[in-house]
Antibody
Framework: QVQLQESGPGLVKPSEDLSLICTVS??????????WSWIRQTPGGGLEWIGH???????NYNPSLKSRVTMSIDASKKQFSLTLRSVTAADTAIYYC?????????????WGQGTLVTVSS | DIQMTQSPSTLSASVGDRVTITCRAS??????LAWYQQKPGQAPKVLIY???TLQSGVPSRFSGSGSGTEFTLTISSLQPDDFATYYC????????FGQGTKLEIK
C-alpha cells in the first residue's frame, strides 16, 4: 500500500524559498495512472491545491500560485519535490503531498501526514 | 476557477442522529466531487468520490448524492468516531475544496 512522507524545514524566513520533498513508499512514482500533488492547509483550516506532477515531469499548477511554484520528480529516489519562491506569512500552512489517480479518478488518496511550515523572521 | 461552498460551517449533533452537509459549486461540476473526513492532527481521508461512490472500507452509514452544482453528504446514524471536520472537493476543473464543516458533539 502506497504511503507518502513529507520532509523539509519547519521554519522559513520571509522572501526566501520554501522547499519540501515527498518520499513515496510501497509503490512507484512512475505509475502511469498517478499524479503527485501538493496541497496546503492554512491555520484557519482552508485546503488549497498547489499543483501536481506526472512521472514524465509534466506539471500543472494552481493559477493563483503558478508564478512562484516549481515541482520536480526523481523516480530513482521515489521522491517528488515542491519549491515555493518568495514566501510571506500568508504561506504559513501545513503542507501535504498526496496522490491522485488521474482522470476520472482525480480525488486524493493517500495523503502524507503533513508538515507544518511557518514563515517568520 | 470553481468556488465550493459548504453549509453549515458548524453542526452540533448527538450520537445516533442523522446529519446532512451540503456543498454547492459555483458552476456545474457534473459528478466530479469527493468528500473527505479530517480529524485533528491527521490528513484528510477520502470517504466518497464521484459524488456517491463509497470508498472501500468506509462504513455504509456514509452516503453522498447530487450532481451539477448541489451535493450532500449524509451520515445516517452518527457514531462517536464521526465527530470530525468534513470537506468537499471538486475535480471537474483543476481542484478546489469547500471551507469545511465541523461536526461537533451536542
Amino acid at each position: 500500500q502506497v504511503q507518502l512522507q513529507e520532509s523539509g524545514p519547519g521554519l522559513v524566513k520571509p522572501s526566501e524559498d520554501l522547499s519540501l520533498i515527498c518520499t513515496v513508499s510501497g509503490g512507484s512514482v512512475t505509475s502511469e495512472k498517478s499524479y503527485w500533488s501538493w496541497i496546503r492547509q492554512t491555520p484557519g483550516g482552508g485546503l488549497e491545491w498547489i499543483g501536481h506532477i506526472y512521472y514524465s515531469g509534466n506539471t500543472n499548477y494552481n493559477p493563483s500560485l503558478k508564478s512562484r511554484v516549481t515541482m520536480s520528480i526523481d523516480a530513482s529516489k521515489k521522491q517528488f519535490s515542491l519549491t515555493l519562491r518568495s514566501v510571506t506569512a500568508a504561506d504559513t500552512a501545513i503542507y501535504y503531498c498526496a496522490r491522485d489517480n488521474g482522470y476520472p479518478n482525480n480525488w486524493f488518496d493517500p495523503w502524507g501526514q503533513g508538515t507544518l511550515v511557518t514563515v517568520s523572521s | 476557477d470553481i468556488q465550493m461552498t459548504q453549509s453549515p460551517s458548524t453542526l452540533s449533533a448527538s450520537v445516533g442522529d442523522r446529519v446532512t452537509i451540503t456543498c454547492r459549486a459555483s458552476q456545474s461540476i457534473s459528478s466530479w466531487l469527493a468528500w473527505y473526513q479530517q480529524k485533528p492532527g491527521q490528513a484528510p481521508k477520502v470517504l466518497i468520490y464521484k459524488a456517491s461512490t463509497l470508498q472501500s472500507g468506509v462504513p455504509s452509514r456514509f452516503s453522498g448524492s447530487g450532481s451539477g452544482t448541489e451535493f450532500t453528504l449524509t451520515i445516517s446514524s452518527l457514531q462517536p468516531d464521526d465527530f470530525a471536520t468534513y470537506y468537499c472537493q471538486q475535480y471537474h476543473s483543476y481542484y478546489s475544496f469547500g471551507q469545511g464543516t465541523k461536526l461537533e458533539i451536542k
